[in-house]
T-cell receptor
Framework: AQSVAQPEDQVNVAEGNPLTVKCTYSVSGNPYLFWYVQYPNRGLQFLLKYITGDNLVKGSYGFEAEFNKSQTSFHLKKPSALVSDSALYFC?????????FGTGTSLTVIP | NAGVTQTPKFQVLKTGQSMTLQCAQDMNHNSMYWYRQDPGMGLRLIYYSASEGTTDKGEVPNGYNVSRLNKREFSLRLESAAPSQTSVYFCASNRGGTGELFFGEGSRLTVL
């Protein structure tokens, strides 16, 4: 079965510093990978996805993600963190009609 | 655009009571989903409907039933609520193919 893992429950970063939120996946076949963000008491919002093609995917709000097939990773990155980026981030993988989510990483950007 | 709309946003039930969570999407999407979100466990799929007229179990279907009423609407029913069903429930939809999920704002359910 497909699955994703987010090894860090919590990530803290100083405002203006680069941020990385990690995700590894386990799939059979070509992976369809996604990142979502959730602000308090809100639904999940789509950030970006990898289907095929370039390993560096650009998404909303200045976020990007790097697909690495050899390391089975899909880490979310941003060059310069904002306080407003503080939220809960979820990685997901698609398997047919189903989407499987990681347990989430809480990102705190410290002013 | 409304996107995915869930009702109610909040509900408190007593053990054994029943209720239905409603979900509607206005994006003409084929697939619809119900997830529950619990601290430290991420999102877990309860049921999904790949197309109008079909429903399938996800990871945690026990204690729930669903109805795909038409292409727009997908409801989740708790026949006899239990405290273990206290959670935040999210409905989502997807156009199919390589499309992403679109989520509603969630329904927070407390079972006493």
């Amino acid at each position: 079965a497909q699955s994703v893992a987010q090894p860090e429950d919590q990530v803290n970063v100083a405002e203006g510093n680069p941020l990385t939120v990690k995700c590894t996946y386990s799939v059979s076949g070509n992976p369809y990978l996604f990142w979502y963000v959730q602000y308090p008491n809100r639904g999940l919002q789509f950030l970006l996805k990898y289907i095929t093609g370039d390993n560096l995917v650009k998404g909303s709000y200045g976020f990007e993600a790097e697909f690495n097939k050899s390391q089975t990773s899909f880490h979310l990155k941003k060059p310069s963190a904002l306080v407003s980026d503080s939220a809960l981030y979820f990685c997901a993988v698609r398997d047919g009609n189903q989407f499987y989510f990681g347990t989430g990483t809480s990102l705190t950007v410290i002013p | 655009n409304a996107g995915v709309t869930q009702t109610p946003k909040f509900q408190v039930l007593k053990t054994g009571q029943s209720m239905t969570l409603q979900c509607a999407q206005d994006m003409n999407h084929n697939s619809m989903y119900w997830y529950r979100q619990d601290p430290g466990m991420g999102l877990r799929l309860i049921y999904y409907s790949a197309s109008e007229g079909t429903t399938d179990k996800g990871e945690v279907p026990n204690g729930y039933n669903v109805s795909r009423l038409n292409k727009r609407e997908f409801s989740l029913r708790l026949e006899s609520a239990a405290p273990s069903q206290t959670s935040v429930y999210f409905c989502a939809s997807n156009r199919g193919g390589t499309g992403e999920l679109f989520f509603g704002e969630g329904s927070r359910l407390t079972v006493l």
